[in-house]
């Protein structure tokens, strides 16, 4: 898959030291029409697993977080909100789990502990960063960006 605008966005982002979940709602601010400084803020619990703790895996959870601004349920809405953004989640974590093998960050990284001095260093030696990290912001980016592409 060819990198993105988007994913060009979110991984210029990461760079600058953006968590992934940060990155990836920066860069679809404008799509969904809310400011990225509160996207921002919003997402910076959901880094590394959400706090590190490598559960879900940031950048996915940084894709939700924009589709459910897309299509999630507002006050006074219909049930059928909520249907429809339950169904464009479970097609974005298909694609990505076919591509990457799981949604789940602790085995994106293949074990390492990022919670410990020892996993911290492996995760340095091995350059996950970039090697892993890198990676799964951009293809949470291309996914999104089809999605908006063919949703348009």
């Known amino acids: 898959m060819n990198i993105s605008s988007k994913a060009e966005i979110a991984l210029r982002k990461f760079s600058e030291g953006y968590n992934c979940a940060q990155s990836v709602v920066y860069a679809f601010a404008d799509e969904v029409n809310i400011d990225k400084n509160i996207l921002l803020t919003i997402s910076t619990g959901f880094g590394a697993g959400i706090g590190r703790k490598q559960e879900v895996c940031g950048a996915v959870s940084g894709a ?3 589709l459910g601004a897309k299509y999630g349920r507002k006050e006074n809405e219909t049930n059928d909100k909520t ?3 339950y ?3 479970q097609k974005f974590i298909e694609e990505f789990t076919k591509e990457k093998g799981s949604i789940i960050c602790s085995e994106l990284l293949q074990g390492c502990n990022l919670l410990t001095e ?3 260093e492996i995760f340095q030696k ?4 970039h090697n892993v990290c890198f990676g799964c ?3 949470a980016c291309n996914i ?3 999605h908006f592409v063919e949703t348009k």
């Open 118 to 120: 020892k996993g911290q």
């Open 137 to 139: 912001v951009e293809l």
């Open 87 to 89: 169904k464009e989640v």
């Open 83 to 85: 249907k429809i953004t």
């Open 64 to 66: 939700v977080i924009i």
């Open 126 to 129: 091995k350059n996950m960063l």
């Open 144 to 146: 999104l960006q089809k």
